[in-house]
């Protein structure tokens, strides 16, 4: 039977200086350490992208055409990264193992490679699989001279084929131009991502979170599926306007070309909008906005999102205008405010369900994808 051709995004993230850190160390620490950056990685990668396997130090992904748009992946990888770079610094700051491994930790980074084209699902001793050409370029870009340009070895590598897919701005996202010759294949176009620049810009800038010290009205809500699954449905505006109660149209406008801090929204129901704009924004761990419905002066609120053992725990703290008008203003619209809230939320909650179950029934789970 013939398989068909299908289109989609190929993402390997990949663990730098595996080879190095292994040689000379003590392989069960180094293996335990390993290991758990794996489970980080894949973690940060699922659900927005399907993982095909584990491939030693990498883990080899993919999201079919429609999935995610440019500015989720860009989410995702960013993600990916600063969540496996909190992970690191975790491991070295509980361990107080002497040993070369566990001194050694510092060596390792992450490179994320990413390519937009075809590939052919086969399964394989019931397991799935990708072949086809485009799946050879992208395990090909694992050898590649980014390093020797950018001096880090931390960096995402975009094809112009992916960037031209997915509609991304390179300027925007601060790449620069890069390419890769490859025997057989030829000359590839691409495009490189700082991420180690992106780690320490995150570091440096200042943070904007309402706490609950500061918080007026706090709500507790538990979503099923991963954090990046839960923040793409909390921030992503063709996911929003399924389940936002009474809202007719939501527009976004990115000024820096991403989602970010200045991002603004204006979220339509009826003939009123409710105007949004993002004061920090910190991929998966949490976001704050400043927000009001037309006639009110702005709060601001911060959600939380943390893993707990069956989904996502999303804490949201709002802080009030300090203006004693203002805020009896803001109270009087609690109530209803708190209703459509909750009635937002459960359906976010029965979509996410569903999509988490579609993805089950059409995707059974791969016992070579699940890291030990």
């Not at 959600?303 to 802080?319: D, H, K, N, Q």
């Amino acid at each position: 039977m013939l398989h068909r051709a299908e289109r989609g995004c190929l993402v390997i993230a990949d663990i730098s200086g595996y080879t190095g850190y292994l040689v000379g160390t003590e392989l069960e620490h180094a293996h335990d350490v390993l290991a758990d950056l794996m489970r980080t990685v894949v973690g940060a990668l699922r659900p927005r992208l399907k993982l095909v396997k584990l491939e030693g130090d990498a883990a080899f992904a993919y999201a079919p055409d429609g999935k995610m748009d440019g500015l989720g992946l860009i989410d995702v990888v960013d993600g990916c990264y600063f969540t496996f770079r909190r992970r690191l610094r975790d491991i070295q700051r509980a361990t107080t193992c002497p040993c070369d491994a566990c001194m050694a930790i510092p060596s390792l980074n992450l490179k994320v490679l990413v390519h937009a084209g075809e590939f052919v699902r086969q399964r394989i001793a019931g397991h799935e699989d990708l072949t086809g050409t485009d799946v050879i370029l992208i395990h090909r870009l694992l050898k590649n001279t980014v390093t020797d340009t950018l001096g880090s070895n931390a960096y995402g590598l975009f094809t112009a084929a992916c960037i031209a897919a997915l509609r991304l701005d390179p300027a925007a996202h601060a790449m620069r131009e890069h390419r890769e010759t490859y025997e057989h294949i030829g000359e590839v176009p691409a495009y490189v991502y700082d991420l180690d620049a992106r780690w320490h810009d995150l570091q440096q800038r200042t943070r904007v979170a309402v706490t609950s010290e500061q918080a007026d009205v706090e709500f507790e809500l538990l979503y099923p599926g991963p954090p990046a699954l839960v923040w793409e449905y909390l921030t992503t505006p063709t996911k929003r306007i399924l389940y936002q109660a009474g809202a007719t149209r939501i527009d976004q406008a990115n000024p820096n070309g991403r989602r970010g801090p200045g991002t603004t929204t204006h979220c339509v129901h009826g003939d009123t909008a409710i105007h949004e704009e993002i004061l920090d924004w910190r991929p998966f761990d949490y976001f704050t906005e400043r927000f009001a419905p037309p006639g009110f002066a702005p709060a601001e609120a911060t959600a939380y999102l943390s893993p707990t053992e069956t989904g996502t725990r999303v804490i949201w703290r709002m802080r009030l205008p300090r203006a004693r008008q203002a805020r009896q203003m803001w109270e009087s619209i609690g109530e209803s405010m708190t209703q459509s809230f909750q009635q937002s939320a459960e359906r976010m909650r029965q979509l996410i369900a569903e999509e988490i179950a579609a993805e089950a029934a059409g995707s059974p789970e791969q016992d070579q994808g699940r890291p030990g």
